[in-house]
């Protein structure tokens, strides 16, 4: 054995590079504790855009009632009506329910013609930015 040292391991019996399984556990931790800490943050700008479209719907489809009733002399007798007259390319979809369907109709007030007078999001709940039910928004 001249020429090799004395305390020199055979290379098979030393892992090459790589890993220890305690060092990808300890990493692996780290990410999921930066996630947890940034994660729901993310999710607040997301509410606040969904809030802001609604207001945004609401105030457009009001708008379009408001407009029928002007040039018709009477509020529309459905959501739908508005599309069919051109007041509205489409019934939105609620940003809250992801539904086109989930609007409240309000009646007009007695004695006046039509079905419609006013419109709210049928989303149950409230916003982390206002106190008020979405329903009635």
């Not at 055979?10 to 990493?27: D, M, N, Q, Y």
Request: a neutral charge; aromatic letters at 6%; hydrophobic letters at 40%.
């Amino acid at each position: 054995m001249i020429g090799r040292p004395m305390h020199a391991r055979h290379a098979s019996s030393r892992p090459v590079g790589g890993f220890t399984l305690l060092e990808l556990l300890i990493v692996l931790s780290i990410i999921a504790l930066l996630l947890a800490v940034v994660m729901p943050n993310d999710f607040k700008p997301m509410q606040h855009s969904k809030d802001v479209v609604l207001r945004k719907d609401l105030r457009v489809m009001r708008e379009a009632i408001d407009h029928y009733d002007g040039d018709k002399g009477s509020y529309p007798p459905s959501l739908q009506a508005l599309v069919a007259a051109g007041y509205l390319r489409a019934i939105p979809v609620d940003p809250i329910t992801g539904l086109a369907t989930t609007w409240v109709v309000m009646p007009p007030p007695t004695g006046e013609p039509g079905g419609v007078y006013d419109v709210h999001s049928g989303a149950p709940g409230k916003s982390a930015h206002n106190p008020i039910p979405y329903g009635q928004w």
